[in-house]
């Protein structure tokens, strides 16, 4: 872990290891169903793992996209132009908007760390509850004297 917000060299291992779980020679034998299945299972959960942890920069997002896309629409690391038949944003849409669930890397990011954040304030019996998250997880929380009563907002950190 770094106490700043992780570079695009420091996140290209995982941008590589991404691009190594691809099956060359399967990949042409597998259908788009397949292909989607992959792309869902293996090629999601490697970032998702780090995003956990770490905010990435649009790059290294945009990269493990890149990847992710030319698997789904052309069966390798790359699609150019007509291969790709989805803009990818609605692929990136969940099942019931019209999607095929894919998850959106950026916004899946943001909401596991704002979600760590929302456990380390709400659960003290947490390992890392008294620790200062929210500068190295990317969110930026302000301060206000009143506290708001909104059922799903984040408590407010005490103004220093």
């Known amino acids: 872990l770094t106490i700043k917000r992780p570079s695009a060299a420091l996140l290209q291992p995982v941008v590589d290891k991404t691009a190594g779980m691809l099956p060359t020679?399967?990949?042409r034998l597998m259908n788009k169903a397949g292909r989607l299945a992959f792309v869902k299972a293996v090629l999601n959960a490697i970032p998702i793992h780090q995003l956990l942890a770490?905010?990435?920069?649009?790059?290294i997002i945009k990269a493990l996209?890149?990847?992710q896309r030319g698997f789904l629409w052309a069966g390798r690391a790359e699609a150019n132009g007509g291969h790709c038949h989805v803009n990818w944003r609605r692929v990136a849409r969940p099942i019931s908007l019209g999607g095929v669930g894919v998850h959106d890397l950026e916004r899946t990011g943001l909401a596991l760390r704002i979600r760590w954040l929302w456990l380390s304030r709400t659960g003290?019996?947490?390992a890392w509850s008294g620790l200062d998250l929210a500068p190295g997880l990317g969110v930026v929380l302000t301060c206000s004297s009143p506290p708001t009563s909104a059922p799903f907002s984040l408590p407010r950190p005490?103004?220093?």
Do not use: F, G, H, V
């Not at 770490?54 to 790059?59: E, I, N, Q, S, Y």
């Open 124 to 126: 003290s019996a947490r």
């Open 158 to 160: 005490p103004c220093r």
């Open 54 to 59: 770490l905010a990435p920069p649009k790059r």
């Open 65 to 67: 996209e890149k990847i």
């Open 25 to 27: 020679w399967k990949a």
